[in-house]
């Protein structure tokens, strides 16, 4: 059974960077997509970006596309999510996903962006 724990969320600035990780647990990391997904306050769960089970193929929400990088080791079984240029609006608690059979959420790590 694969777990996910997502680290590296906090209080930033606007114009600031942040470096999520999302460490998995268990085997067969490597043969699952991955995405981040975040929730803000009163608005729905909105998927962030994703990544190939290879890490070759990458797809970004337009509202982050240029700002956030999504990448992956399958060596340690982590994925990451690289974001500069943080803004207001990208508050928000921020999931790992990784796409089993029925899908497998981590418990989220808080993002806030303010001055």
């Known amino acids: 059974q694969v777990q996910l724990v997502e680290s590296g969320g906090g209080l930033v600035q606007p114009g600031g960077s942040l470096r999520l990780s999302c460490v998995a647990s268990?085997?067969?990391?490597?043969?699952?997509?991955m995405r981040w997904y975040r929730q803000a306050p009163g608005k729905e769960r909105e998927l962030v970006a994703s990544?190939?089970?290879?890490?070759?193929?990458?797809n970004y929400a337009d509202s982050v596309k240029g700002r956030f990088t999504i990448s992956r080791n399958n060596f340690n079984n982590t994925m990451y999510l690289q974001m500069s240029s943080l803004r207001l609006e990208d508050t928000a608690m921020y999931y790992c996903?990784?796409?089993?059979?029925?899908?497998?959420w981590g418990q989220g790590t808080q993002v806030t962006v303010s001055s």
């Open positions: 990544i190939s089970s290879a890490g070759d193929m990458r």
């Open positions: 268990g085997s067969l990391f490597n043969n699952y997509v």
């Open positions: 996903y990784a796409l089993t059979a029925a899908g497998l």
